[in-house]
């Protein structure tokens, strides 16, 4: 039982240029997000999904897309990256909302120059 | 809107001795209430959350809690600390139904020194 999964653990962009982040869950949680964690900041809400096929905008969406075509999985895109998106991604999974806790991946460190 | 603040930034203390972080919230409606560590270089996990019920919750690790409703306060304790609790400890409220996100505090950082 893996838990969730991030891929890649480290990544190096130009400004720009594009990439897609991976997230996948097997413990078949319906809920998934996506945060970024910067200093001082805490983690900040990108996106989420509350199934296969939906998502919804968080606390700080812009500059990013997501999908969810699987139920496992969950994928964050930066169409062109930008220096203010350097930042750790930390995706997440939870059986439900509000009362349910959520299950962290190890993180993308990602830094744009 | 909802919103957290911890009230320390970084936090430290030697071996052995206790520890409180603290969590103040704001809300007008019902929350739910969680303590996230962040280990170094590592996602976060878990240390207790208080849903319902008795006020004080108790967690992994020795932790616990206190939820103070009239104080919108939901502060951390142990009472005696290991090295291995450094770490960056975020408290986190939701709440609850459709639009029950997680909203972070800024975290705490808490340096246990020999």
Known sequence: NAGVTQTPKFRVLKTGQSMTLLCAQDMNHEYMYWYRQDPGMGLRLIHYSVGEGTTAKGEVPDGYNVSRLKKQNF?????SAAPSQTSVYFCASSFGLSSNEQFFGPGTRLTVL | ??????????????????????????????????????????????????????????????????????????????????????????????????????????GTKLSVKP
């Open chain 1, 75 to 79: 994928l964050l895109g930066l169409e």
């Open chain 2, 1 to 106: 809107a909802q919103s957290v603040t911890q009230l320390d930034s970084q936090v430290p203390v030697f071996e052995e001795a206790p520890v409180e972080l603290r969590c103040n919230y704001s809300s007008s409606v019902s929350v739910y209430l969680f303590w996230y560590v962040q280990y170094p270089n590592q996602g976060l996990q878990l240390l207790l959350k208080y849903l319902s019920g008795s006020t004080l919750v108790k967690g992994i690790n020795g932790f616990e809690a206190e939820f103070n409703k009239s104080q919108t306060s939901f502060h951390l304790r142990k009472p005696s600390v290991h090295i291995s609790d450094t770490a960056e400890y975020f408290c986190a409220v939701s709440s609850g139904g459709s639009q029950g996100n997680l909203i972070f505090g800024k």
